[in-house]
């Protein structure tokens, strides 16, 4: 079975330019998990959906970051403009969500710079 | 509200020493608790979990039991190796149903040969 698929895997770009980020859930999947990693900040939650749904977007940092669910397989993550600020790794996740102890499985992750 | 603390690291040892890495919660009755492992390059996957007090997740020689009593979910490895190296997280879920977890900081072991 494919995993997470993320891409793509390195983007570097300047800063004001338009970053779009996309993750490809594992079939069947029902929730979809957006994070950042830096050595600084550690693992930050930025979103989250269940069933194409966001429940929670407290961890988006600005309005500069936006994220979307078009269909139940597909998602991405756009960042309008970017900053250097924005350089981090950023991982979705997906998770079959059925009332039990759910498994998140990770993508590879997308690493950002922005110069 | 629920929480995870982990031992601050990083974590040094020589190949073969015994690991632990000490993780404790905070939650509204009694979630399922995890650990998860983050290899150099790539993203966490899941290692171990453990469902319901004094159950004993295990994975790859590694083992972490559910201690009720003191809201605890220890890591340990008996005899760890240069492939080990790595970032541990552990995490709980967030209570309603959503998948949403908690992570930990996250502690990073380094095994030296």
């Known amino acids: 079975d494919a995993g997470v698929i993320q891409s793509p895997r390195h983007e570097v770009t300047e800063m004001g330019q338009e970053v779009t980020l996309r993750c490809k859930l594992i079939?069947?999947?029902?929730?979809l998990f957006w994070y950042r990693q830096t050595m600084m900040r550690g693992l930050e939650l930025l979103i989250y959906?269940?069933?194409?749904?966001?429940?929670?977007d407290s961890g988006m940092p600005e309005d500069r970051f936006s994220a979307k669910m078009p269909n139940a397989s597909f998602s991405t993550l756009k960042i309008q403009p970017s900053e250097p600020r924005d350089s981090a790794v950023y991982f979705c996740?997906?998770?079959?969500?059925?009332?039990?102890?759910?498994?998140?499985?990770f993508g590879p992750g997308t690493r950002l710079t922005v110069l | 509200g629920d929480s995870v603390t982990q031992m601050e690291g990083p974590v040094t040892l020589s190949e073969e020493a015994f690991l632990t890495i000490n993780c404790t919660y905070t939650?509204?009755?009694?979630?399922?608790l995890f650990w998860y492992v983050q290899y150099p390059g790539e993203g966490l996957q899941l290692l171990l979990k453990?469902?319901?007090?004094?159950d004993k997740g295990s994975n790859k020689g590694f083992e972490a039991t559910y201690r009720k009593e003191t809201t605890s979910f220890h890591l340990e490895k008996g005899s760890v190796q240069v492939s080990d190296s790595a970032v541990y997280f552990c995490a709980l879920p967030l209570s309603g149903n959503t998948g949403k977890l908690i992570f930990g900081q996250g502690t990073t072991l380094q095994v030296k040969p």
């Open positions: 079939s069947g999947h029902n929730s």
């Open positions: 939650a509204t009755g009694y979630p399922s």
């Open positions: 959906f269940n069933n194409n749904v966001p429940i929670d």
């Open positions: 453990a469902t319901k007090a004094d």
């Open positions: 996740a997906s998770s079959l969500v059925s009332g039990g102890p759910d498994t998140q499985y």
